[in-house]
């Protein structure tokens, strides 16, 4: 399964940005869907997560400003990312987890200027 994601880019802070990720393969199903991010220097932390049943959960660093979501029909997950920080900035992955495998995307900057 391969990931596309996109919707990364520059922002001031306060800014928003939606990324939104696509599995490519046919057939893939509903899945866990998730979003990570990576700053530089650090380790890979998770963001939001989606459930088949559509429950979600968030880092508490994001509540409030992050939503994820997903469009069934089109297999599309999407983080809505509002009132945005300098410390978002990361590299931001997609995740797919598909019982014990996990899937990622290619990941996509994010970058909020102060």
């Known amino acids: 399964v391969q990931l596309q994601a996109s919707g990364g880019g520059w922002v001031q802070a306060g800014g928003s940005l939606r990324l939104s990720c696509t599995p490519s393969?046919?057939?893939?199903?509903?899945?866990?869907m998730g979003w990570y991010r990576q700053a530089p220097g650090k380790q890979r932390d998770l963001v939001a997560i989606?459930?088949?049943?559509?429950?979600?959960s968030y880092a508490d660093s994001v509540k409030g400003r992050f939503t994820i979501s997903r469009d069934y029909v089109k297999k599309t997950t999407y983080l809505q990312m509002n009132s945005l920080k300098p410390e978002d900035t990361a590299v931001y992955y997609c995740?797919?987890?598909?019982?014990?495998?996990?899937?990622w995307g290619q990941g996509t900057l994010v970058t909020v200027s102060s």
């Open positions: 995740n797919l987890k598909r019982g014990m495998v996990d899937y």
């Open positions: 393969a046919r057939g893939v199903g509903i899945n866990r």
């Open positions: 989606i459930a088949p049943s559509g429950d979600t």
